[in-house]
């Protein structure tokens, strides 16, 4: 553990990842308390102004606070993400580890299901959602989270399979332990490294894709704030008050590079063959 | 090959046929008749019956899962009610706006990102690696309706080089078309390229570490001529597969772009239709983006295939 922080403290983009993530938290938890306005006060006198002192990231078109908006935006982001990402982590872990305990026709089962879920992607999966249930904030997480299903499962049978192959497994089978028991006592603990860094980079393709479901009106509904219902609402303002444009997508931007750069510093940190190799 | 020709298409044709199953059900579960979630509760009861005709709500599901079928194999998808044109007619038309802004957006980021991905591997571990890598970073974390906003900011409303949104259709020419597809094909390309940029970069760089590089450098080939003859050869082969596997995120990116930009394509018709629950339309074309998908999948593989000889004789 010494080591896994003395190597963490030396990558640099896994301190820049580690600061812009701690930061979108603690925004987030910070505006469960308190925003600088109610993000859903309205105040007409006051729309579509630039920043200044008391608005310091200006209104909308409806005069609300975009920095009231946006610290209260985080939290769908983060809600979706994480929920999406338990429903991948739970379901495909166990979906691929089952694959690599029994082998034979149950991987090869589980293998094709996961094969034929390329033909839904994310938004494909969310506007048929939308015509069964209405869009939704629950809309998103379904579709992220069984579109994370296969890549979880795919992951979880490729490092398993790779794990049973070794020593310490072989020893524990020549105890006499069952392929079951085995999987959770040895092979699962070895390799949640490769689905730590999984999880960390599927949460910043959830905030992506949670904000281009709400952008699209397939997500998360009005007055209930969100990143991407603030960039569509912009559009139609963009001649007049760039601000409203600029802001959410910077909001986003940084959140997504900040996970995505410790996926990468925790591959590196937690796999060093795979670092050297980079 | 030819078992493994055989074995992908089939694999094809079984998960366009478990996917029509999972759409067809999917839209079954809504709640209600059909024709009158599609006319409103005010429906003249007339119409309210010949709609239900139409849509054969009072035939067994299995029959009318099969109806829809047979009549996608022989290209008919029935009648949009909206519309009031064939579905077929409607979704052609719409792609041909949106397959040349999926392919230019390819074109695009196929152009800027291999060689950006290739000149960071040949600067391995200097400045200029870093830079790219960098770039890469920032454009896998950019939302590409963001950066469409922020084109549309700079390029349409503060230097009125291109139009803001919109398209012209074909028949107002060539050029007019093009230009309407600029700002929403580079939207799309940004993101792909820096994908790229990231996958060229490593796949050279994994090459460079083969053995057979090592000999070729050691024959006393130069750096240029190694590099060209044998690693950029070598390193195609994952290069093309993912820019393949793009292609269909590129398509459905479009949905999204098509959005911003006001572009009557196929993205602009699944919302179309969703809002106004043309039930006819939202099914036919989750069912066309689907085969797209799949299909730019096997066609990926079988390319795959063809590049790399070691598959042709192990067969999967």
């Not at chain 1, 049978?157 to 332990?177: H, L, P, S």
């Not at chain 1, 490769?194 to 709400?214: C, K, M, N, P």
């Amino acid at each position: 553990m010494s080591t896994f922080l003395k190597n963490a403290r030396m990558h640099r983009s896994l301190m820049i990842g580690g600061v812009l993530t701690l930061l979108l938290l603690s925004v987030a938890v910070l505006s469960l308390f308190w925003t600088p306005w109610s993000p859903t006060a309205i105040d007409i006198a006051n729309k579509l102004k630039g920043p200044s002192a008391k608005h310091w990231l200006g209104t909308d078109h409806l005069g609300r606070d975009v920095l009231s908006m946006l610290m209260s935006g985080s939290q769908i982001s983060i809600i979706v993400g994480f929920l999406a990402v338990s429903v991948g982590l739970l379901v495909g872990v166990a979906l691929g580890a089952l694959a690599s305990t029994y082998r034979g026709w149950v991987e090869e089962l589980i293998m094709r299901m996961s094969d034929f879920s390329i033909a839904f992607p994310i938004i494909i999966t969310a506007v048929l959602l939308t015509a069964i249930l209405g869009p939704g904030t629950v809309n998103s997480i379904l579709a992220i989270g069984i579109f994370n299903i296969p890549i979880f499962a795919r992951i979880t049978r490729g490092a398993a399979n790779a794990a049973w192959a070794r020593e310490y497994v072989m020893a524990a089978q020549t105890c006499g332990k069952g392929r079951l028991r085995i999987t959770i006592e040895h092979v699962l603990p070895n390799i949640s490294g490769a689905l730590i860094v999984q999880a960390t980079i599927l949460f910043a393709v959830a905030i992506l894709a949670e904000a281009a479901l709400s952008f699209l009106g397939l997500g998360t509904q009005p007055p209930e704030p969100s990143w991407g219902k603030m960039l569509n609402n912009a559009q139609t303002f963009v001649g007049l008050a760039p601000h409203l444009a600029i802001f959410p997508g910077l909001a986003i931007a940084l959140s997504v590079l900040g996970l995505n750069l410790i996926g990468d510093g925790l591959r590196d940190v937690l796999d060093p063959k795979l670092a050297r190799a980079r | 090959m030819i078992a493994f020709l055989l074995r992908r298409i089939a694999t094809f044709v079984a998960t366009l046929a478990i996917a029509s199953v999972v759409i067809f059900a999917a839209l079954e579960l809504l709640p209600g008749d059909p024709a009158q979630i599609m006319l409103g509760i005010d429906a003249p009861p007339d119409a309210l019956e010949a709609l239900q005709k139409k849509l054969g709500v009072d035939r067994p599901m299995v029959e009318r899962y099969f109806t829809w079928i047979g009549g996608l194999v022989v290209g008919d998808m029935g009648e949009s009610f909206t519309y009031v044109m064939p579905v077929s007619e409607l979704i052609m038309t719409r792609l041909g706006v949106t397959l040349p802004l999926a392919l230019l957006a390819a074109l695009i980021s196929v152009a800027i990102g291999v060689p950006v991905g290739l000149y960071a591997a040949a600067n391995h571990k200097t400045p200029r690696d870093y830079g790219v890598m960098i770039f890469g970073q920032l454009g896998i974390a950019i939302p590409n309706f963001w950066f469409a906003i922020l084109l549309v900011l700079v390029f349409s409303i503060y230097l009125g080089w291109f139009p803001a949104g919109g398209f012209p259709g074909w028949s107002a020419g060539f050029w007019p078309a093009i230009k309407a597809l600029i700002l929403p094909a580079f939207s799309l390309a940004i993101v792909e390229a820096a994908i790229f940029a990231r996958i060229s970069r490593s796949a050279v760089l994994d090459v460079l570490r083969e053995d057979f590089v090592r000999t070729a450098r050691a024959k006393g080939l130069s750096r240029k001529s190694t590099l060209v003859k044998h690693v950029l050869r070598n390193a195609m082969i994952p290069i093309i597969t993912i820019c393949g596997l793009e292609l269909s995120s590129l398509l459905v990116g479009t949905i999204v772009i098509e959005q911003v930009f006001n572009i009557p394509g196929l993205g602009r018709l699944v919302f179309q239709s969703l809002t106004q629950l043309d039930l006819m339309v939202v099914k036919n074309l989750i069912m066309l983006l689907v085969a797209l998908v799949v299909f730019i999948n096997l066609v990926v593989d079988l390319l795959y295939a063809v590049i790399d000889p070691r598959l042709k004789h192990q067969g999967h």
